[in-house]
């Protein structure tokens, strides 16, 4: 598993997260369909939408996922905020080196596959 590396606007991007100031509030009806609409048309049993904080990845809505939240270091999204103009794409985790060995991959959430949209 590689470490994620920090994009070089990583205080500005911190900093526009924080003045939404939705981190850490409750889940919403509107965000939550959202996330289902997403599940449904990839027909994936895991659909999220995240953010990714200084240290973790807080789930603003989650469909089959039971976190609130987790480490940065383990999650796949940290790495597609690196090109932020890209939709960031893996295939097959178990042959991604940067996740063959990700607790994500080897672990009890059995992730595959990941696609990764900005709003």
């Not at 994009?7 to 991007?13: G, N, V, W």
């Not at 893996?90 to 996740?99: E, K, L, M």
């Not at 063959?100 to 672990?107: E, I, K, Q």
């Amino acid at each position: 598993m590689t470490s994620t590396l920090l994009p070089p606007s990583e205080a500005e991007r911190l900093a526009a997260l924080r003045s939404y100031d939705i981190l850490d509030t409750g889940f919403e009806a509107g965000v939550d369909d959202l996330t289902s609409l997403a599940a449904g048309l990839t027909s994936s049993p895991l659909a999220m939408v995240t953010l990714v904080d200084a240290d973790r990845l807080w789930f603003r809505s989650r469909i089959g996922f039971e976190e609130n939240a987790m480490p940065r270091e383990i999650a796949f999204c940290p790495h597609a905020i690196l090109e932020p103009s890209r939709t960031f794409f893996v295939n097959d985790a178990t042959a991604d080196p940067r996740f063959a060995d990700n607790p994500l991959v080897t672990g009890s959430a059995c992730i595959r596959f990941s696609r990764v949209c900005r709003w």
